[in-house]
């Protein structure tokens, strides 16, 4: 008896090892900023088999305001299931609590769009197996992450190929005295031009058809739900193709964890129609 129990032991640390072993590997890492003069974190996974392989693919994602880096880490438990499962490298950015993702024309210290696009991205192909082209990167988030995401793909479509937006803040000139809006962008009523040329909604003339692969989605009880239905009417009257989705939901984690699922698949799809090597 004692012998099988100890058998029965020796199995279940084994296979706890070997079940370890297989795991994502989850990294926080420091990052620098030249732009803002400070270090900045990021969570990074790396999925199974990660050192035998050759190049992956990385999804970038962003919190909402308020937020910081760590905020997916802790809310979506699945992550390095995700990074696994789709052999992808996955980065929780930190976007400071309400810096939307911008190069503020009125706070130098805030270059936030500088430091994802370029700096962040240089970093992780520097440090990790990336493929280093548009075709191996895609960019999400929840909230500000969302407008973040769809502004830093609009703006640098030649760094991300494909994007996702959740519950995204995608027309900021409805909100002028929230989330710290004006800190970045200087009030509404004194600086109406920041307002306007920095909302993703009067962005869109700087994409054509197929130039990014797009989903983005809101739930019908979000606060967000009219600006975001109002954007994909404009992306259809510009015959811009992306996928859209709305459903029963509010500005919640609930929410988003179950969009995330939804938006890796897709990205999934877009890796391997754009990196025959990935099949």
Not at 245 to 274: D, E
């Amino acid at each position: 008896m004692k012998k099988n129990l100890l058998l029965i032991l020796f199995l279940a640390i084994s296979l706890a090892f070997i079940n370890e072993a297989k795991a994502a590997k989850v990294d926080t890492v420091e990052t620098y900023s030249d732009a803002m003069h400070k270090k900045i974190k990021a969570v990074v996974y790396t999925p199974e088999g990660y050192e035998q392989g050759k190049e992956y693919p990385v999804v970038y994602l962003l919190h909402g305001a308020g937020g910081k880096y760590s905020d997916w880490a802790k809310s979506a438990a699945k992550l390095a299931v995700s990074s696994d499962l789709y052999h992808e490298i996955i980065v929780c950015v930190d976007g400071s609590v309400n810096s939307w993702y911008i190069d503020s024309p009125v706070d130098p210290t805030y270059k936030y769009e500088t430091y994802v696009a370029k700096e962040l991205i240089a970093y992780i192909d520097k440090n990790y197996k990336t493929i280093k082209s548009r075709t191996g990167r895609a960019i999400t988030g929840l909230s500000m992450g969302g407008h973040g995401a769809l502004y830093l793909s609009i703006k640098h479509q030649d760094v991300f190929g494909a994007v996702g937006s959740m519950s995204g803040g995608v027309d900021i000139r409805p909100f002028p005295k929230n989330w710290d809006l004006a800190k970045r962008l200087g009030s509404y009523a004194e600086y109406p031009e920041n307002w306007e040329k920095n909302t993703v909604t009067n962005m869109l003339y700087l994409l054509t058809p197929n130039s990014l692969s797009i989903i983005f989605d809101c739930g019908t009880e979000d606060f967000f739900y009219k600006v975001n239905l109002e954007l994909h009417e404009k992306l259809l009257e510009r015959n811009i193709p992306h996928d859209y989705i709305a459903r029963p939901g509010g500005h919640t984690w609930p929410y988003w964890v179950n969009s995330l699922n939804y938006q890796l698949l897709f990205f999934n799809g877009y890796f391997k129609k754009n990196n025959p090597q990935l099949n």
